[in-house]
């Protein structure tokens, strides 16, 4: 207990500015006590502004007080250095490299334990206190310690930027809106801050998709390493069975064979591990990517907020996609060898090539088609079928332009008729890969789609609409949004208006791609599925009358 009074006493009698002993000591009208240099120094710094205020309790006073030195508690403190009493308490924890430092401490700093954007300060516990204490300082936003504050200052005009400028996309203060920024676009930046926010999640959002969809590939290739491996070592099997039938010869042919299965084995197996370090790769950077923005989406300075996003959103290139289609694999050694077995050794001499290993196709599909100038090299004319058209949709330029009229065209009955429904299919059924783009005009908006052949014609049940069953697939573009649709359910899609979509389908792959074309292609929207049935382009024109979209001609 004697210890503890101790350390009270030595707490007493330090000074709350440089937290040593006190020297010197003067007492403010407050009841304040520190050492005269310290209150001098800090008073210094305000003599411009002619109001000179208590550190701890902020009372102002005017004139300067003229500080005298108090006998009684210098006698005090000279007593308490007697006792052998250290100058500062134990448990003070100083600023070291990395830290924020309080910039109210003189001398040894203490590390901060919070930034005021008010005052653009950082304070230590104690001189922190008054934040906590005073009625005005309670409403000053505190932060987490940061070394930043200054970027908060207008270096101009010495205000704190409090605003931001869309036009020039930089953080200002309120004089700068009304000097050189007059007339500019400008908002609060807790306003810009939340624009911003929302964008992050879509950025969040689309990297968390990119994540799966690798997670998936990466999936579909363990898939193949398995069967590759399975494959492989069922003609393994099988090839030396039958190779124990057969004489001496043929049994130099079973280790040929064997030898060079395993080697293209390997070769195959080791280009989908390549592969699959690659997506692995990506993930892991996504996921790094994800986590710095969730840390940028936490931190409450809306200017620090601005500062880094524009280096931080932008997304790296995406790995193309993998593709799985169906492989011969290694089936037809075996039914070679068992060939072989039969025709004897004229044969094993004369047309060994039948049955090298050297045929056996396991390479992983061709990458998707980055540049519009590869889309092109799919590039397929659509022309649309007039026994499906909708009664009001009137088609022109060949077949390959839609436009909605308010009545009733002279089409005969056809049970391929869309009856109800504002929509028409193309002629041509859609296999392998296939490039189309779809430009329409108008007021309102189209859904670019494909389908199957039979879905339902009749009515204007979900069944029938482009995008609300099972067969079909639309995106539906407006002159403000994109959504996509499948089975009813809507997928909102950000990127670039264009009134011009590209459609990638790469049909065996599995791969539906919409694009927003304009100077350059910008992804909007990929399907990964399994498509059962060949594919029909389709487009549904939305209400409005004149409204018209067209099938490009791309050759």
């Given amino acids: 207990m004697a210890q503890k009074g101790v350390q009270l006493d030595k707490e007493s009698f330090s000074c709350s500015i440089c937290l040593d002993p ?15 240099d310290c209150i001098n120094s800090h008073w210094d710094e305000e003599d411009q502004k002619l109001v000179y205020s208590c550190p701890q309790c902020r009372k102002t006073f005017r004139p300067r007080p003229v500080l005298l030195r108090s006998t009684v508690l210098a006698d005090l403190v000279e007593q ?71 970027e908060n200052i207008c270096s101009q005009h010495d205000e704190v930027m409090k605003m931001f400028c869309r036009t020039d996309r930089q953080s200002i203060c309120y004089l700068c809106s009304v ?78 064979v064997k030898r060079q299965v395993r080697s293209q084995q390997e070769t195959e197996v080791s280009g989908v591990k390549e592969v699959e370090e690659k997506l692995q790769q990506e993930i892991r950077e996504l996921k790094s990517k994800d986590a710095e923005l969730k840390k940028l989406s936490n931190t409450e300075d809306h200017n620090q907020f ?61 990458a998707e088609p980055k540049t519009r100038a590869e889309f ?45 429904c504002y929509q028409v299919l193309s002629r041509e059924s859609l296999t392998g890969r296939c490039y189309w783009e779809v430009k329409w005009r108008g007021t309102g908006g189209v859904s670019v789609a494909v ?51 590209g459609v990638f389908l790469d049909h065996s792959a599995g791969i539906l791609s919409f694009y927003s074309v304009s100077e350059t292609m910008t992804l909007l929207h990929r399907v990964q599925t399994t498509f059962t049935q060949p594919l029909h382009a389709g487009v549904y024109v939305y209400w409005f009358r004149g409204l018209s979209a067209e099938f490009c001609r791309l050759k």
């Fill in 22 to 36: 006190l020297k010197d000591p003067v007492t403010l009208t407050c009841g304040h006590s520190y050492c005269m």
């Fill in 179 to 256: 000097d050189q920024h007059k007339g500019h676009d400008t908002v609060s930046a807790a306003a810009e801050r939340s624009e911003r926010q929302k964008e992050l999640e879509v950025s969040r959002l689309n990297i968390q998709q990119r994540i799966q969809d690798r997670e998936k590939d990466v999936k579909l290739l363990q898939q193949e390493l398995e069967a590759i491996n399975l494959s492989a070592d069922k003609a393994v099997e099988d090839s030396e069975k039958m190779f124990t039938e057969l004489i001496r010869l043929m049994q130099k042919r079973s280790s040929e």
């Fill in 451 to 501: 389908s199957y052949k039979n879905i339902s014609r009749a009515g204007r049940s979900d069944d029938c609409r482009f995008g609300s069953n099972n067969k079909s697939w639309a995106l539906y573009c407006s002159n403000d949004s994109y959504n996509f649709r499948y089975n009813n359910v809507q997928t909102p899609v950000s990127g670039p208006r264009s009134s011009r979509v």
């Fill in 80 to 150: 308490l250095k007697k006792t052998g009493l250290q100058a500062a308490p134990a448990d003070h924890c100083y600023a070291g490299p990395g830290d924020v430092a309080c910039d109210v401490c003189s001398g040894r700093k203490l590390k901060a334990q919070k930034s005021c954007l008010v005052c653009l300060v950082s304070y230590c516990k104690q001189h922190l206190q008054p934040h906590y204490d005073v009625p005005q300082l309670k409403k000053h936003k505190l932060v987490e310690p940061s070394e930043k504050l200054q």
């Fill in 376 to 420: 092109l090299q799919y590039s397929r004319e659509i022309t649309l079928d007039p026994n499906t058209a909708f009664r009001r949709l009137v088609l022109s330029e060949g077949n390959r332009k839609v436009t909605l009229r308010s009545q009733d065209q002279s089409y005969s009955d056809h049970p391929d008729r869309f009856t109800d």
């Fill in 306 to 366: 601005l500062h880094s996003y524009p280096s931080l959103s932008a997304l790296s290139p995406s790995t193309s996609s993998i593709q799985i289609r169906p492989r011969r694999r290694f089936d037809h050694v075996t039914a070679a060898v068992s060939r072989v077995r039969d025709i004897l050794q004229d044969v094993l001499r004369n047309k060994w090539t039948d049955v090298s290993p050297t045929e056996v196709d396991v390479l992983l599909p061709a």
